[in-house]
């Protein structure tokens, strides 16, 4: 019954098929982030919506919450997933966190399994795969670079590399431009640089755009004008903000910027770009004396009013929030939160959120994707 289900989920393209990355190597001990006495191998846990969401199957692979929660990416069709591990446990001392390169292809028709591993460059952490699934980009934070991968029946190859620089710390690509270039998001210089992309080569482009301080996940969906990035900002001592980005011009330019509150980890577009989902850390990460820490997370919803952000809604949410996945007719949102190992779902009808059930992972879950983002 799960090969069946999944081959239909795979054969229709739903994006009503999720996968979560999960890591079970770090933990939170009252706001540092440890390697638990008895960590959790990696998974993917793969995410039915319909009639209503629960876990398919998991598949043992590497992942990492080190990193923007976009780790993990679904080819169009849901035919396969690229998952990357930016951080393992140092075989050498098993209570440190070292920087890791592995990217895995994972094969979703069938029983779904690891398909072929390859190597990036050192902190391999976002992943964007183009829309004929044949071409990814993942962005390597501790080695300042990007990787271009070609995809295929059990491969992944490296093609190409680019140096983006020393503390850079690119951390999240997003394809534009009918993917002639993309943008990728610099936390450790606060700078969202631009790639061309020239067949299997890519450049690094003299422009840059300056949304906020230390711009962290990125993502754009429906008619693709307007792309929104999350500003991480200090770790936690101030506000920080989301800004808006117009891609319907010459050279993609930052149109607007709302503050959220304390950390915006992960950013999801709705499906027809209207709204945008943020899962706010709102101090849960945070030790238990800081004049700053709540013991829940936020989700909030702002809609795109041409150039503008709107605020519209907002409901608590688990701890330590990472990622987020809308349901393709946007009635359905899943957040990721790895305090607790859990996945809360949620309902939006444009104006209201109200919580939904829960799903338990068997391990935190780390970053999120769907079959057509």
Not at 261 to 270: A, H, I, Q, R, Y
Not at 343 to 370: C, R, T, V, W
């Amino acid at each position: 019954m799960i090969v069946l289900a999944l081959a239909l989920l795979a054969a229709t393209g739903s994006p009503d098929l999720v996968v979560s990355a999960n890591d079970g190597n770090q933990v939170l001990a009252d706001g540092t982030q440890v390697v638990p006495a008895h960590p959790v191998p990696g998974s993917l846990s793969i995410i039915a919506l319909a009639p209503r969401p629960h876990v398919v199957v998991t598949v043992p692979v590497a992942a990492s919450v080190i990193g923007p929660p976009r780790s993990v990416a679904v080819a169009r069709d849901g035919a396969f997933a690229i998952v990357t591990a930016s951080r393992k446990v140092d075989p050498a001392d098993r209570h440190r966190i070292v920087p890791d390169d592995q990217v895995a292809l994972i094969d979703l028709r069938g029983t779904p399994h690891v398909a072929a591993i390859a190597h990036a460059g050192a902190g391999a952490s976002g992943v964007a795969i183009n829309a004929a699934g044949t071409r990814a980009l993942v962005a390597n934070r501790s080695a300042g670079t990007v990787s271009l991968f070609a995809i295929g029946p059990a491969i992944l190859q490296l093609l190409a590399t680019v140096e983006i620089g020393d503390g850079t710390s690119p951390a999240q690509p997003l394809y534009i431009d009918g993917e002639r270039r993309a943008l990728v998001t610099c936390d450790g210089s606060s700078k969202i640089v631009v790639l061309a992309i020239d067949g299997d080569r890519l450049r690094l482009l003299p422009d840059s755009l300056a949304a906020g301080l230390r711009p962290y996940a990125i993502d754009t969906a429906g008619p693709r004008t307007r792309a929104v990035v999350g500003n991480i900002g200090g770790g936690g001592r101030d506000v920080d903000t989301i800004s808006l980005i117009a891609l319907d011009e010459a050279q993609p330019r930052v149109v607007d910027t709302v503050s959220v509150g304390l950390t915006p980890e992960g950013v999801k577009m709705s499906p027809d770009g209207r709204f945008v989902a943020v899962d706010v850390n709102n101090g849960s990460n945070m030790p238990r004396e800081s004049p700053r820490y709540t013991d829940h997370g936020l989700l909030q919803i702002w809609r795109i009013d041409g150039d503008k952000l709107r605020f519209v809604t907002q409901a608590s949410a688990g701890g330590w929030g990472q990622g987020i996945a809308w349901s393709r007719d946007g009635r359905t949102i899943l957040a990721q939160a790895m305090i607790g190992d859990r996945i809360e779902s949620f309902a939006f009808d444009g104006k209201h959120l109200s919580s939904g059930p829960a799903l338990d992972l068997p391990a935190g879950p780390a970053a999120i994707a769907a079959a057509g983002d």
